[in-house]
């Protein structure tokens, strides 16, 4: 599917005007609905709240594209990702045999066999997460790219695969998806039938990963419960931004690795059931 996929894409890229002509133009038509049923000063709010959220938006734009442009720093940073942090991971990945052993060779011998079997825990938490997020996010991309495919939407393969990778930020990635995909299909057929299908599509989707796929592939690894999900989404997207996100569910898997150890090792102590005390003494 690659000499597809690129085909989609170059596709896409040639239709990227037409499309945002589309948008503005779907825009404007919203706007002079609304100057027809709202006052003029509710349009007036309107506009200039609209105005207000623009000129911040291409001001961070502009802003970010002179700091790229201007400060050598943040050059300096784009060379680091792109080649120094491949050399780090190289020499990690050869020497981490060797970074493990010295790391347990400095664990407190009284201590040491609980450490490790702590980190194990979490090295399996954590690998448990990523196994049952690619799977998900595999399973989702193929079949967003069989539905879409089947209903006769353009560029459904490139647009599975965007769903497909942004699935593992947990909600936000379906919902560029559909908003992608209602877009497109506006443009396309400019019907209401089409668009509630793709929707359906989409709410289907949603349900099978969120209520199927996740808890089967994803929860039982790391034993998260929805609630707490959508908590550490908030509080770490809250507390660090977009890297908090991505970083949510496996801190939290993490997290509750050690949170359990302290429950158990609480309910295995004297202040949990003072007849222990008794019968260690």
Do not use: W
């Given at each position: 599917i690659v000499p597809l996929l690129e085909l989609q894409a170059a596709q896409l890229m040639r239709a990227a005007p037409a499309v945002a002509g589309f948008v503005h133009d779907e825009a404007q038509h919203l706007l002079d609905l609304a100057q027809k049923e709202l006052p003029p000063d509710q349009i007036q709010k309107a506009q200039d709240l609209i105005g207000g959220w623009t000129g911040a938006a291409l001001g961070w734009l502009a802003g970010l594209v002179e700091g790229l442009l201007t400060r050598s720093l943040a050059i300096e940073h784009v060379l680091a990702l792109l080649l120094i942090t491949r050399l780090v991971a190289f020499f990690m990945l050869r020497d981490w045999p060797t970074i493990v052993a010295k790391i347990d060779d400095l664990l407190p011998r009284a201590y040491a066999q609980t450490i490790r079997e702590q980190l194990r825990l979490v090295d399996a938490t954590i690998s448990g997460y990523i196994h049952?997020?690619?799977?998900?996010?595999?399973?989702?991309?193929?079949?967003?790219?069989?539905?879409?495919?089947?209903?006769?939407?353009?560029?459904?393969?490139?647009?599975?695969?965007?769903?497909?990778?942004?699935?593992?930020?947990?909600?936000?990635?379906?919902?560029?998806?559909?908003?992608l995909a209602i877009s497109l299909a506006a443009m396309q057929w400019g019907t209401w039938g089409k668009i509630i299908v793709i929707g359906v599509i989409f709410l289907v989707g949603h349900l099978a990963a969120g209520d199927v796929?996740?808890?089967?592939?994803?929860?039982?690894?790391?034993?998260?419960?929805?609630?707490?999900?959508?908590?550490?989404?908030?509080?770490?997207?809250?507390?660090?931004?977009?890297?908090?996100?991505?970083?949510?569910?496996?801190?939290?898997?993490?997290t509750g690795v050690l949170v359990r150890f302290a429950l158990t090792r609480y309910r295995q102590s004297s202040l949990y059931d003072p007849e222990r005390a008794d019968t260690s003494g």
């Open positions: 049952g997020q690619a799977l998900v996010s595999l399973i989702v991309g193929i079949y967003y790219a069989i539905a879409l495919s089947i209903v006769g939407l353009n560029f459904a393969f490139i647009l599975a695969v965007v769903v497909g990778i942004l699935s593992f930020i947990p909600y936000a990635g379906e919902a560029i998806g559909v908003v796929l996740q808890p089967k592939l994803i929860g039982s690894r790391v034993h998260l419960h929805q609630v707490r999900v959508i908590f550490a989404l908030l509080a770490f997207g809250e507390l660090f931004g977009f890297l908090g996100v991505l970083l949510a569910l496996p801190a939290a898997a993490v």
